[in-house]
């Protein structure tokens, strides 16, 4: 894959990258890093997960999660490292069950999805050099949000 390979490279000339893997019906950016030392900062690994997480803290707390609870560092080398947010986690059974029941109409209109989505760019384009996103392409609900509804350059 392409993303993982440019990901790795631009790491490797000292450049801060985070690669989501925002494919959440076909995700795969993982098994580019299976020989990598990975650490994870949760167990709640994934942005489905994360996009999950955002309804149960609006409703509670009226707060957002944390992203960086989400991230996964990639160790390239001793110094080297890339982060990557995963579209889910391999550990959980029922992963597909949870993007057929995840609502993109409630996420967006009743959980304030897009302006989490836009403070996730804000926040991405201050922490990193480069964002990697690798989406669904087609015409799903999933697919159709990162052209319509983020720009991250």
């Not at 490292?81 to 993007?99: M, R």
Request: hydrophobic share 35%; with cysteine; proline share 3%.
């Amino acid at each position: 894959m392409a993303l993982a390979n440019i990901a790795v490279l631009l790491a490797k000339k000292g450049k801060k990258v985070l690669a989501v893997d925002w494919d959440l019906e076909a995700p795969g950016l993982d098994g580019y890093f299976d020989d990598y030392e990975v650490s994870q900062t949760s167990t709640k690994m994934g942005l489905l997960s994360l996009l999950e997480r955002v309804a149960v803290l609006k409703k509670r707390y009226n707060k957002k999660p944390d992203w960086r609870k989400y991230v996964s560092k990639v160790h390239l080398s001793d110094t080297e490292t890339l982060d990557v947010i995963w579209s889910g986690s391999k550990k959980n059974s029922d992963y597909i069950g949870s993007v057929l029941k995840f609502d993109w109409n409630d996420f967006f209109e009743k959980q304030d999805g897009g302006p989490f989505i836009e403070s996730l760019r804000n926040e991405w384009k201050e922490e990193y050099d480069f964002i990697l996103i690798d989406s669904r392409t087609g015409i799903t609900d999933s697919g159709g949000i990162l052209p319509s509804r983020c720009r991250i350059f």
